[in-house]
């Protein structure tokens, strides 16, 4: 379940009414899921999330890497960087619930 400290190896089944009272619905808890563009964990860890942030961001920055490189200026190569590498990488972050390990990958 959400908020848990430790990993459950049990699969637990929710059932929730539908219009169609007579064939209540099945739902069943999941290790992650995508929503929104972020990864979700039932133990509510973001070490996921954050990894696919960063991966995000290093292929953004490799498909600009000329840009990146180039003779432009260095003011204008670094706010460049800000605007297009790290909004990528740290979209989402401040619903991230960080221990002090995930701030070490920061």
């Known amino acids: 379940m959400w908020g ?3 990993k459950s190896s ?3 089944k929710t059932t929730i009414p539908s219009k169609n009272y007579d064939r209540p619905k099945q739902l069943e808890n999941v ?3 995508k929503y929104l563009g972020s990864i979700l964990t039932n133990d509510g860890r973001c ?3 954050i990894k696919c942030r960063f991966a995000m961001a290093k292929s953004a920055f490799n498909k600009k890497r000329a840009l990146f490189t180039s ?3 260095l003011e204008l190569r670094k706010k460049l960087v800000k605007f297009y590498i790290w909004s990528r990488a740290l979209y989402g972050a401040e619903t991230w619930t960080l221990r002090a390990v995930d701030q070490k990958h920061l």
């Open 4 to 6: 848990g400290g430790g």
């Open 10 to 12: 049990e699969n637990f």
């Open 31 to 33: 290790e992650s899921f």
């Open 47 to 49: 070490i996921c999330e």
């Open 71 to 73: 003779t432009l200026d």
